[in-house]
């Protein structure tokens, strides 16, 4: 049987209102939620939520922001810490080293880091941060390997994903499709996107595993004009600096890569903004 809802003590408030503000990041929960929850007083989960607030901001787990007004409430934006961040960074350039990872044509394998769910959700962390000031309404990303990076960054923003394909499913009834000249091979390639899946004059960002010459972004760019929508940034897990002459500019990314030394392993180095 479930507990009698007048019986919840202060402590046991604190540990649902916590997991339900974490687990919906940026995203407003109403006071009255709370209040109906642990049948409490406004101002009782008020005091509640001043503690939740000090305690996430003290060990750098996030922070709690009022929203004003009457749909307002309270909203948890996920952070993680510098030390964190640094460990994260760590973690990322020693397994990127290993040398079993590197593929004919000096190319890196990065497919298991990139369906690694706890590497990924860190690093989704620290992206999103980087556009957690912005206004966004679409998370964009291409198929495949971004996928799992962009929904976690999608998640800790409170936002929809959009996934862009290379070709056209019928599932997804009428699309619109463009062709764009890959940065790194110079191929012509095709991206398509359902009218269906997002809105007109929408901001969106592009998150993506990682970035060569930038002709996918510039690409996705283009393709977003045709529904009227703005690409207000892009995001990459590790960015390919030996690429010099890229055809986006206004991008963040955690991890840079250039080349491959003489021993065979892969040169990385955590990224000046990241």
Same mark, same amino acid.
């Given at each position: 049987?479930?507990?009698?809802?007048?019986? #919840?003590?202060?402590?046991?408030?604190?540990?649902?209102?916590?997991?339900?503000?974490?687990?919906?990041?940026? =995203?407003?929960?109403?006071?009255?939620?709370?209040?109906?929850?642990?049948?409490?007083?406004?101002?009782?989960?008020?005091?509640?939520?001043?503690?939740?607030?000090?305690?996430?901001?003290?060990?750098?787990?996030?922070?709690?922001? =009022?929203?004003?007004?009457?749909?307002?409430?309270?909203? #948890?934006?996920?952070?993680?810490?510098?030390?964190?961040?640094?460990?994260?960074?760590?973690?990322? +350039?020693?397994?990127?080293?290993?040398?079993?990872?590197?593929?004919?044509?000096?190319?890196?394998?990065?497919?298991?880091?990139?369906?690694?769910?706890?590497?990924?959700?860190?690093?989704?962390?620290?992206?999103?941060?980087?556009?957690?000031?912005?206004?966004?309404?679409?998370?964009?990303?291409?198929? =495949?390997?971004?996928?799992?990076?962009?929904?976690?960054?999608?998640?800790?923003?409170?936002?929809?994903?959009?996934?862009?394909?290379?070709?056209?499913?019928?599932?997804?009834?009428?699309?619109?499709?463009?062709?764009?000249?890959?940065?790194?091979?110079?191929?012509?390639?095709?991206?398509?996107?359902?009218?269906?899946?997002?809105?007109?004059?929408?901001?969106?960002? #592009?998150?993506?595993?990682?970035?060569?010459?930038?002709?996918?972004?510039?690409?996705?760019?283009?393709?977003?004009?045709?529904?009227?929508?703005?690409?207000?940034? +892009?995001?990459?897990?590790?960015?390919?600096?030996?690429?010099?002459?890229?055809?986006?500019?206004?991008?963040?990314?955690?991890?840079?890569?250039?080349?491959?030394?003489?021993?065979?392993?892969?040169?990385?180095?955590?990224?000046?903004?990241?």
């Amino acid at each position: 049987m479930g507990k009698d809802k007048d019986k #919840f003590s202060r402590n046991e408030r604190v540990v649902g209102i916590t997991k339900i503000l974490t687990e919906n990041p940026n =995203t407003v929960v109403n006071l009255s939620t709370f209040t109906e929850l642990f049948n409490a007083a406004k101002s009782t989960v008020s005091e509640d939520i001043v503690i939740v607030r000090e305690i996430l901001e003290e060990l750098s787990m996030g922070k709690v922001e =009022t929203v004003a007004g009457a749909a307002g409430g309270v909203k #948890f934006i996920n952070n993680i810490s510098d030390n964190e961040k640094d460990g994260l960074l760590e973690e990322l +350039c020693n397994a990127l080293r290993e040398k079993w990872r590197v593929i004919p044509g000096n190319f890196l394998y990065i497919t298991d880091i990139a369906y690694n769910p706890q590497l990924i959700h860190n690093a989704a962390v620290a992206l999103a941060s980087k556009f957690s000031h912005l206004e966004v309404d679409y998370v964009v990303t291409i198929e =495949t390997k971004g996928i799992p990076l962009a929904y976690e960054v999608a998640k800790q923003l409170g936002i929809q994903l959009v996934t862009v394909r290379h070709d056209t499913k019928f599932t997804e009834g009428t699309t619109v499709s463009i062709n764009y000249v890959s940065g790194s091979s110079n191929r012509l390639q095709t991206m398509s996107l359902s009218r269906k899946s997002m809105n007109k004059n929408s901001k969106c960002i #592009f998150i993506d595993d990682f970035m060569r010459a930038g002709g996918t972004a510039k690409g996705i760019k283009e393709l977003l004009n045709e529904f009227d929508s703005e690409l207000l940034g +892009c995001g990459f897990l590790i960015d390919n600096v030996e690429m010099k002459d890229k055809l986006v500019k206004d991008y963040v990314s955690l991890v840079e890569f250039s080349g491959i030394d003489e021993e065979g392993m892969a040169i990385v180095s955590p990224a000046k903004d990241a």
